[in-house]
T-cell receptor
């Protein structure tokens, strides 16, 4: 249980285009999902907290107009990188909490999406 | 100051040996969790220890928490080549996993 998927796993795009990444909780409902960014050989940095049915909460320094988050259902959150530039190239990972099973404090992570902007 | 700092940053051991990784943090926490990440993959939850707990076991894993020293350790016993991965501690200051701060991680290499 507590499986989180992400799609796509890899994406290459041209500078200036927008890219949408999906995060799904497959066997549980998640009112809250989290989006992280990870640079090579570095740790995860929380970008934003995605709340179902309301606006996302962004961490300091993260541009909300650049990284659009939509959490339209209890099993799906999307992150759209708008007008992507090479500096946006990174590994993006989402996570979710299963509030009905196990430890509510645990976040379950998706497999990540590697974005390369040319 | 950074919450959740692991040391060592890299560790290389032989198969069968034990691996110990440490995590230090600076502010009070609700719980601390250890995760594992294989190269280019997502994170896998290993173990959660709450602030009122001192030690937890899960298979070959043993985690300790010393809130007076603001530190935690992850011990992997009888390591295997398949344990090769990066290990991160995440401190949770709030309730319900809302405020994770990850340390820089320890890259463990287990040589066959």
């Amino acid at each position: 249980g507590a499986v989180v998927s992400q799609h796509p796993s890899r994406v290459i795009c041209k500078s200036g285009t927008s890219v949408k990444i999906e995060c799904r909780s497959l066997d549980f409902q998640a009112t809250t999902m989290f989006w992280y960014r990870q640079f090579p050989k570095k740790s995860l940095m929380l970008m934003a907290t995605s709340n179902e049915g309301s606006k996302a909460t962004y961490e300091q320094g993260v541009e909300k107009d650049k990284f659009l988050i939509n959490h339209a259902s209890l099993t799906l959150s999307t992150l759209t990188v708008t007008s992507a530039h090479p500096e946006d190239s990174s590994f993006y990972i989402c996570s979710a909490r299963d509030q009905l099973r196990g430890a509510q404090e645990t976040q379950y992570f998706g497999p990540g999406t590697r974005l390369l902007v040319l | 100051s950074q919450q959740g700092e692991e040391d060592p940053q890299a560790l290389s051991i032989q198969e069968g040996e034990n691996a110990t990784m440490n995590c230090s943090y600076k502010t009070s926490i609700n719980n601390l969790q250890w995760y594992r990440q294989n190269s280019g993959r997502g994170l896998v939850h290993l173990i959660l220890i709450r602030s009122n707990e001192r030690e937890k076991h899960s298979g070959r894993l043993r985690v300790t928490l010393d809130t007076s020293k603001k530190s935690s350790s992850l011990l992997i016993t009888a390591s295997r080549a398949a344990d090769t991965a990066s290990y991160f501690c995440a401190t949770d200051k709030g309730n319900y996993g809302q405020n994770f701060v990850f340390g820089p991680g320890t890259r463990l290499s287990v040589l066959p």
